[in-house]
């Protein structure tokens, strides 16, 4: 699995947009970018993926470089139940690669 | 949809006893996945299921560690002769082939294990 990097922690405005950053340089081209978060004595929960393209759902929005070497995940106007640690995940798509976790970017939604 | 269901939420055993978890994936999904995770890291990767197979168990941490999903619906985890490192959280996760592409997965709220 590709190595990422993400910055331990970050500070957001309740209702403005928050923008985690990942940078995985060593990406294969069959690995899709995943993100998933974690909230305080919870399991993990998926947010969104992509492959080349941007991507959005009802959660976020995903932002690809062209050259797919960082990513950037976006949530638009950040609540205080966004307070979580987001991971990026390089994967193939599951199986026997199993989830790759680090140690994600703990985003504190400040009231 | 309940859900993945882990039980207990929260174990606490001496050094040297077994303990074993139990996980209830979400139904019709068919595979299912044992991360453990410690304070301040990330979940690790121990172990899948597809179905009733066990196809990876390479990174189960020692050979005190051993999973079973019997009719390829709930799974246990067991973890023999309990060390204090072994205090963690243990997380299931369960996912769908039959989905789209590519696979998401589903975590429970995981089983804190804390040895004395």
């Known amino acids: 699995d590709a190595k990422t990097t993400q910055p331990p922690s970050m500070d957001c405005a309740e209702g403005r947009a928050a923008n985690l950053p990942c940078n995985h340089s060593t990406i294969s081209g069959n690995e899709y970018v995943y993100w998933y978060r974690q909230i305080h004595s919870q399991g993990p929960q998926y947010i969104i993926h992509g492959l080349k393209n941007n991507e959005t759902n009802e959660m976020a929005s995903l932002i690809i470089t062209e050259d797919r070497k960082s990513s950037t995940l976006i949530l638009p106007h950040a609540t205080l139940r966004d307070t979580a640690v987001y991971y990026c995940?390089?994967?193939?798509?599951?199986?026997?690669?199993?989830?790759?976790f680090g140690k994600g970017t703990h985003l504190i939604i400040q009231p | 949809d309940t859900g993945v269901s882990q039980d207990p939420r929260h174990k606490i055993t001496k050094r040297g006893q077994n303990v074993t978890f139990r996980c209830d994936p979400i139904?019709?999904?068919?595979?299912l996945y044992w991360y453990r995770q410690t304070l301040g890291q990330g979940p690790e990767f121990l172990t899948y299921f597809q179905n009733e197979a066990q196809l990876e168990k390479s990174r189960l941490l020692s050979d005190r560690f051993s999973a079973e999903r019997p009719k390829g619906s709930f799974s246990t985890l067991e973890i023999q002769r309990t060390e204090q490192g072994d205090s963690a959280m243990y997380l299931c996760a369960s996912s769908s082939t039959n989905e789209a592409r590519p696979e998401k997965l589903f975590f429970g709220s995981g089983t804190q294990l804390s040895v004395l």
């Open positions: 139904s019709e999904h068919n595979r």
């Open positions: 995940i390089p994967n193939s798509g599951g199986g026997a690669d199993g989830l790759t």
